[in-house]
Every structure is written in structure tokens, then in C-alpha cells.
């Protein structure tokens, strides 16, 4: 830590000294966590149980201050359309038909109340994988936070910051929150107090 400090006062030092007293001072932490304070972290923040043929499309949307989650199923005529505004009290809307019955269309994508259907459907074959939120805060011993198996669909909000996976027990919401920097907030509560 001293030597990270002299270098910092003597910017005068050659690069190359740089390089090594910062890959000296990254050694000697090898085994300490990333940060000791808030951490990173993505969380299981809502579920709904699904009954029904698995799950093998999912495709998030937002109709004005709505955010729904069609959900298309193996059989490949009927989405259930889920309201997601509230991600820890998902509802089930409805189950929305978007093909004749025996004659099995595909959800290609959705902008809030329409969607783009296609009869040209492929025979998928679902291969179930397992997803695992993993904590990395310490990189020399990485945890399993939560494992999810049996995952047939995936799929994301980026602007909420969310994932949603689906398996046979029904579709989980999961948050992405990024920690804030203690030393960045404490600027700003200064810049807020004395402008």
C-alpha cells in the first residue's frame, strides 16, 4: 500500500516502475474481496408457478407505463401474457391465441399490445440448462448465490434491469443492481450541502 502511494507523489517515475508497484500491490490483495463495502448483486425478486407445456419463448414489452412478458409455449398457438409492473407481484392476464388451433405459429417479437407471428415454425428441441447467480466479490473463491435448473427460455429487460428465466416450476424475475460507491455518494451529499 505505501509503495501504490509513493508512485502516485512521484509521477515523474517511469512507466515500467508504475506497472510493477501495481502489480505488487494487486498481488498482495489476490485473495481479499473486490470491494468490503455495498456489494453488486443480482436477486430473485419475483414468481409465478406456470402450469402447462414448457416454456420456450420469452418476450418482455411495455405499453405506456405497463410492462408485460409474453410467454410462448411449446405448443406453439397460445401465449400466456403476464403483467410484469410490479415484479414482485406478477399477474397472469390472460392466454392470448396468435394461431389457429393445429396449426402452430411462432412469437418472432412484441411492442406492447401487438405482436409479429410467423406459420413457419421450426421443431424446436428444448434443451433444458441450468443458470446459476454466482458472487464473485472474492475472485479467489467464487460462490454459488442461487441455481436455477431446468431452464427452457431466457430473456431480459435492460432498461429495469431484469432477467427472466423460465423452468418447470414457472418464471422467476431477477434484478440486476449494481452497488453505489460509498466515496461517490459522500461527494455528492458534500456537493449537495455546499453547492
Known sequence: MQLSTLVFRLAGI????????TAAGAADRKSEPVSKGPQDKIEVVGHIPLNGDPVEGLISTQHYSDHYLY???QSGNTATLIDVTDVGRPVILADVPYAPP???GKLLAAAGTSA???DDRPSPVLKPRTVRIMDFSNPASP????EFAGITA???DPSRGLVFLANPDGIWILHQSFALDPALEAAYAREIRNP
Open 14 to 21: 517511469p512507466c515500467a516502475l508504475l506497472i510493477f508497484s
Open 143 to 146: 460462490k454459488v448465490v442461487r
Open 116 to 118: 409479429l407471428v410467423t
Open 102 to 104: 393445429g396449426d402452430p
Open 71 to 73: 410467454v410462448e409455449r
Open 154 to 156: 431466457l430473456s431480459g
